[in-house]
């Protein structure tokens, strides 16, 4: 595995779904913040792609030190291996795909860190020529389209016997109509592992949550009611098996409802990987 010059660090679960046949490799990645520049990119784009780098040269390290009031008991491995820009971070875990060969690479948003043409470009192209099958969500650094990378909506991934929801959270709520379109999934009963950018903060998980500033979650109490829809249809509807986000910049993992895992995953920029095996 390409672990050799220190980059990557990994989180591994498994999550048993019955019905489910043989192992079904997911890899999980978050928060690459991508600024791409390239020869059609204006000055105005560069001087911008510019200032975002060196801003997350900085910023990532203190995520991940734990440096920041919001990121205080994070302690992540950062050294040199770490210290790349995020196009160079990005190249690395799409190798890493590559080699792994997982059945679904994802990405649960702030893939960009801005939006800006050379990014979209840039992203597009690469995840084309990896070619394995991928899904994304946009983060709050996003829009909520990208092309053909995402758009509004539900969308799902179906794979043997379970599938993947991917639901734009990333403004700390969810729309009517995302809304309408995961109960109706949650009716079909198909079991489901939900991909969302910002965490949820349920009855379950809110003391370990509320560590983390409040900007960082959804919280069942404080949220408006789409928010809270959003929780509760994840909490009790029995299709929805996990959910994996990221935006905290920070690796988490809990149990957010009785036997139902949310893995936060950690600052794909910095060489996070999660691994999840579905059997
Ligand atoms: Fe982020």
Request: proline share 5%; glycine share 8%.
């Amino acid at each position: 595995m390409m672990t050799d010059d220190g980059f990557f660090w990994f989180k591994k679960h498994r999550l048993s779904i019955p019905g489910v046949e043989g192992e079904h490799l997911l890899m999980h990645i978050t928060d690459t913040h991508i600024s791409a520049i390239d020869e059609d990119s204006t000055p105005e784009e560069k001087a911008e792609c510019e200032k975002q780098e060196a801003l997350w040269a900085d910023f990532k390290e203190k995520f991940a030190r734990g440096k920041l009031p919001f990121s205080q008991g994070n302690d992540e491995p950062y050294g040199e291996p770490q210290k790349i820009s995020t196009v160079e971070a990005f190249e690395k875990q799409l190798a890493l795909a590559r080699e792994l060969k997982p059945e679904v690479l994802l990405l649960s948003g702030d893939n960009l860190d801005h939006m800006h043409p050379a990014g979209e470009r840039y992203l597009k192209k690469k995840l084309a020529e990896y070619g394995g099958r991928f899904l994304c969500v946009p983060g709050n650094h996003e829009d909520p389209a990208c092309g053909e990378l995402w758009a509004p909506g539900v969308r799902t991934l179906e794979l043997e016997g379970f599938r993947i929801a991917a639901v734009d959270d990333s403004r700390r709520t969810v729309s009517d109509a995302d809304l309408a379109a995961l109960k109706a999934l949650c009716a079909e009963g198909i079991p489901m592992i939900v991909l969302c950018h910002v965490p949820l903060s349920t009855r379950m998980c809110q003391e370990e949550m509320r560590r983390i500033m409040d900007y960082f979650y959804i919280d069942w109490e404080t949220a408006g009611e789409n928010g809270k829809a959003f929780i509760s249809l994840c909490e009790e509807c029995d299709a929805v098996r996990a959910v994996l986000c990221g935006h905290v910049h920070g690796y988490h993992e809990m149990e957010y409802a009785p036997g139902k895992l949310q893995v936060i995953g950690s600052q794909g920029m910095a060489g996070a990987v999660h691994l999840l095996t579905v059997e």
